[in-house]
C-alpha cells in the first residue's frame, strides 16, 4: 500500500475541495457542479456573513453570488433542501436514492391517529392555494410529537399542528421548499416542482445496506481522503463500526475506492478511485497547487471531520456560536482562513448591510504565521471579495 506524506494528504483533499490552485469552478454552473462533487452540502440558516451553505460555494466558486444558489434551489429546481447531513442542499438527481428515507417517514406518521386527516386538508389546501408556511396553513391546534425532521427527542412535546403536518409531509416527499423568506420556510407539493421521471424512479439501491454503501462513498468523495473512524464526516448515517468497515472493505473489493497510508498513521485513508490520476498527480508533482487564500464556512465538508483536520493540519476549530460570550477563545462566527496547504489564521466579521460595510472585528494568526506584505496582500483580495460576496461596498477593520 502507497505510503504518502501529511502534506500530500492536505495537498490531496484541498485539490478535489477545489481550494487550492486554478479556480475549478466558476459561476452558477461551478456552484451546481461542485455541489454534485460534495453530494450535500449542510444548511445552516444563521446570515452574520452569508450563511454557511453559500460561504461553502463562495470559497471555492469564482465570482459566485448568493442569488446564484437561490435560482439553483427554486428556479431551476436544479438542488433541493433535504435531510441528509443535517438539513443539507444536494442535487435534485439523488432523489431516487433517497427513497427508503421517505418511506420510513411515511411509515412513522401512519403511527399517528388523526394525522392522515389533517394532512389531507394540507394537500388540498396547497394545491388549491399554492405555497404555504406553518403560519398560513390554516390547521389549528398541537399535536404532542417532536419535529419529524430527526425521528428524535422527546414524543411528548406539543408542536404546532400546522407546523407538524408541513414537516411530515415534506419529509415524506409530498413537498418540497418551494422558496424561503429569511429562514421562514413556503411548502408546495412536490409534483408541481420536481421533474416527473425524478419523482417516479426506481430505487437505485437494492436494499438499506446499499444506500448506506452509497452514502459512504458519496461523503468519501466529499471530504476526498477519510480513515475507518466515527467520524462526523459520517453524521446520518447511523452506522456502527461494525458496518462501516463491511462498506469500506465491501467498496475496496468493488474498485470503488483505494487506500493509502499517511505517515504517522497506523490506520489506512480512503479516497474514491476516480480521483486516482489527481492522487498520482500529487505524489508525481503535477498538481496546481498554486496558493490561493479562502474563508472557510463553519460547516464545510473540509471542516467536517474536525479530528482529521486537527490530525493533518494541527489546527483545532470550534464553531463558537453556541459558546458562551465570557467562554469565547475567538468570536461569534470566526471563518479559519486557508492559504495554500495549510491554515494560517481566523477571521470574524459581520455584514452591516444597512451600511454596506464589512466589518472585521477580530483577526488572529496562527503561532508560527508571521504577516508578510504577501499574506497582507492576499488578505486584502480575500476581503475585498468577500465583501462583494456580501453585497457591502466597504471593509473597515476594528480601530480603523
Not at 23 to 37: C, H, I, L, S, T
Not at 41 to 67: H, M
Not at 97 to 104: K, P
Not at 240 to 264: D, P, Q, S
Request: aromatic fraction near 12%; charged fraction near 25%.
Amino acid at each position: 500500500m502507497t505510503t504518502i506524506t501529511k502534506q500530500q494528504a492536505r495537498q490531496f483533499i484541498l485539490a478535489k475541495q477545489g481550494l487550492i490552485g486554478a479556480y475549478r469552478f466558476a459561476g452558477k454552473d461551478g456552484a451546481y457542479e461542485y455541489v454534485r462533487q460534495a453530494g450535500c452540502i449542510q444548511y445552516d440558516p444563521v446570515d452574520v456573513c452569508g450563511k454557511n451553505a453559500e460561504l461553502t460555494l463562495q470559497s471555492r466558486v469564482k465570482g459566485f453570488r448568493k442569488p446564484m444558489l437561490q435560482e439553483l434551489l427554486y428556479k431551476d429546481r436544479k438542488l433541493v433542501d433535504y435531510p441528509d447531513k443535517e438539513l443539507s442542499i444536494w442535487p435534485t438527481e439523488d432523489w431516487p436514492y433517497f427513497s427508503s428515507y421517505r418511506e420510513r417517514s411515511r411509515s412513522l406518521g401512519e403511527t399517528f391517529a388523526g394525522l392522515e386527516g389533517l394532512q389531507e386538508q394540507a394537500r388540498a389546501y396547497i394545491a388549491e392555494h399554492g405555497p404555504v408556511c406553518s403560519d398560513t396553513l390554516p390547521i389549528e391546534g398541537e399535536i404532542f410529537w417532536h419535529s419529524s425532521m430527526h425521528w428524535s427527542g422527546n414524543w411528548d412535546r406539543p408542536s404546532p399542528a400546522a407546523r407538524s403536518v408541513l414537516e411530515q409531509l415534506y419529509t415524506d416527499g409530498e413537498l418540497v421548499i418551494h422558496h424561503k423568506q429569511g429562514s421562514r420556510k413556503y411548502y408546495d407539493l412536490a409534483a408541481k416542482l420536481l421533474p416527473s421521471d425524478v419523482l417516479t424512479a426506481a430505487n437505485p439501491c437494492a436494499d438499506e445496506e446499499s444506500f448506506q454503501t452509497w452514502r459512504v462513498l458519496r461523503r468519501i468523495g466529499a471530504v476526498g481522503l477519510l480513515w475507518d473512524k466515527n467520524t462526523t464526516a459520517f453524521l446520518g448515517l447511523y452506522i456502527n463500526a461494525e458496518t462501516r468497515k463491511r462498506i469500506l472493505a465491501n467498496l475496496t473489493e468493488a474498485g470503488k475506492i483505494c487506500a493509502v497510508m499517511v505517515e504517522g498513521f497506523k490506520m489506512p485513508f480512503y479516497y474514491r478511485s476516480e480521483d486516482a490520476p489527481l492522487m498520482q498527480a500529487v505524489l508525481d508533482g503535477t498538481a496546481d497547487l498554486k496558493p490561493r487564500m479562502a474563508l472557510i464556512a463553519p460547516l464545510d465538508p473540509l471542516m467536517w471531520d474536525k479530528a482529521l483536520v486537527q490530525a493533518l493540519w494541527d489546527f483545532t476549530y470550534a464553531w463558537e456560536i453556541y459558546t458562551p460570550v465570557v467562554k469565547r477563545k475567538y468570536g461569534y462566527y470566526t471563518l479559519p482562513i486557508l492559504f495554500g496547504d495549510r491554515f494560517v489564521g481566523r477571521v470574524d466579521s459581520v455584514a452591516d448591510r444597512k451600511e454596506r460595510i464589512l466589518r472585521v472585528k477580530g483577526l488572529w494568526w496562527e503561532d508560527g504565521i508571521r504577516p508578510t506584505k504577501k499574506l497582507e496582500a492576499a488578505l486584502e483580495r480575500t476581503l475585498k471579495e468577500f465583501c462583494k460576496f456580501n453585497e457591502c461596498t466597504e471593509v473597515k477593520r476594528v480601530g480603523e
